[in-house]
């Protein structure tokens, strides 16, 4: 079995442990501010949407700010450590969460749970490049963030269910999950990711502005609509949420089965083709959605989009994994998933005034151009053979 894993297997015991604590605190942040606080806040602590939604921003923008220091951090001091912290910092917030009756209490708990948690993803990404074996760099990395972000709606989805009943219970099953990640935690706190000799050669840090472009358009592309979609398939496509629901997941779906063989496509050929055509079919199935003329194209539609979401990840993960330098890698990790950050929170306010000034197609009109923009920005950047 080992034989077909792409990460070796010296290394596979501490990264299981790894992706399922962190998986484990996704669940319970998504569960958290998505599921919890909605029904928890307004009856129990007398704050309103306005407040929980602030801290849930605040959150975000901490933990994304401080990335480049988080993955500095991990590979310094020690991602065990780190990740320690995380899951202790998490089960702090969720504990005075009942004592935080006025809103700037329950600001500074999701600030403090974001700056906690910023080490986390710059150093499981750093440490699964460390692991790969060599020629699979693509998949691992991809396979690692796709077993990690299911987490995320099964918190959401999870709690949500229970905190709709009894909010309370939510918070004791939010408690339960969080304790488990810190003890899964506590198993890894002497753990440090292998940080190789370090390179004689100088590493050209002008090449690191040509990972900044798909770094910041592939959150803000798809952000530009995030917060409206629901209601832009109802009004305009005439979807219920279920069907919305059904189509994400079709897309889904067939984007992780075909993980393994685009994986290894990119693996064997490179990273440049995958990444151009991801981007390119991403492109222009934003732009096709506004014009869609019925349920069955736009299932066609999922289903290339499952696609080029296929084709995208690992040529992305491979492109990184094969250009960004092996020193400070963490950092330089955490700095890119800040670039990433920023298009989460840019893309939907520039989608509401595209909304509002040219109407509700504008926003996929816009994403698709970005996401075009990008496949031929990469088909003449990446031409040169120093990136072959």
Do not use: C
């Amino acid at each position: 079995m080992f034989r077909h894993l792409p990460w070796a297997k010296d290394g596979l015991s501490a990264l299981l442990r790894l992706i399922l604590a962190i998986g484990l605190m996704e669940g319970v942040r998504s569960g958290y501010f998505a599921g919890f606080l909605p029904f928890y806040a307004p009856e129990h602590l007398h704050l309103g949407p306005a407040v929980f939604t602030l801290a849930y921003t605040l959150h975000q923008l901490a933990e994304n700010l401080s990335k480049g220091f988080g993955g500095l951090l991990a590979e310094r001091v020690g991602f065990g450590l780190m990740v320690g912290l995380a899951a202790l910092v998490g089960l702090f917030a969720l504990l005075l969460t009942p004592l935080a009756q006025a809103g700037w209490a329950l600001w500074g708990l999701g600030l403090l749970w974001g700056l906690g948690m910023s080490a986390l993803y710059p150093g499981l990404m750093t440490y699964t490049s460390r692991i790969a074996r060599p020629g699979r760099e693509a998949r691992a990395l991809s396979f690692t963030l796709t077993l990690v972000m299911p987490w995320v709606g099964i918190g959401l989805v999870g709690v949500g269910q229970v905190a709709a009943k009894d909010p309370k219970t939510a918070h004791a099953l939010l408690l339960l999950a969080q304790g488990l990640a810190l003890l899964l935690a506590l198993s890894l706190l002497r753990f440090r990711i292998p940080i190789p000799a370090q390179s004689r050669e100088r590493y050209p840090l002008g090449r690191l502005l040509l990972f900044l472009p798909a770094a910041f358009g592939q959150t803000f592309a798809p952000a530009l609509v995030s917060l409206f979609l629901l209601r832009y398939a109802k009004e305009a496509l005439g979807l219920e949420p279920i069907a919305l629901g059904g189509l994400l997941l079709l897309g889904g779906g067939l984007a992780f089965l075909l993980l393994p063989f685009t994986g290894r496509a990119v693996d064997r050929r490179g990273y440049r083709a995958a990444l151009m055509g991801g981007l390119f079919l991403l492109g222009a199935v934003m732009g096709r959605i506004p014009l869609a003329l019925g349920v069955l194209e736009l299932a066609l539609l999922a289903l290339l989009a499952g696609l080029g979401f296929s084709l995208f990840l690992p040529g992305w993960n491979g492109f990184l994994a094969k250009n960004l330098p092996q020193e400070n890698r963490g950092a330089i990790w955490g700095s890119l998933m800040t670039v990433e950050g920023l298009g989460v929170a840019l893309g939907p306010a520039v989608g509401g005034v595209l909304w509002e000034a040219f109407g509700p197609k504008a926003p996929f009109f816009a994403g698709s151009s970005v996401f075009l923009a990008l496949s031929l920005f990469y088909a003449f950047a990446l031409r040169r053979p120093g990136w072959k």
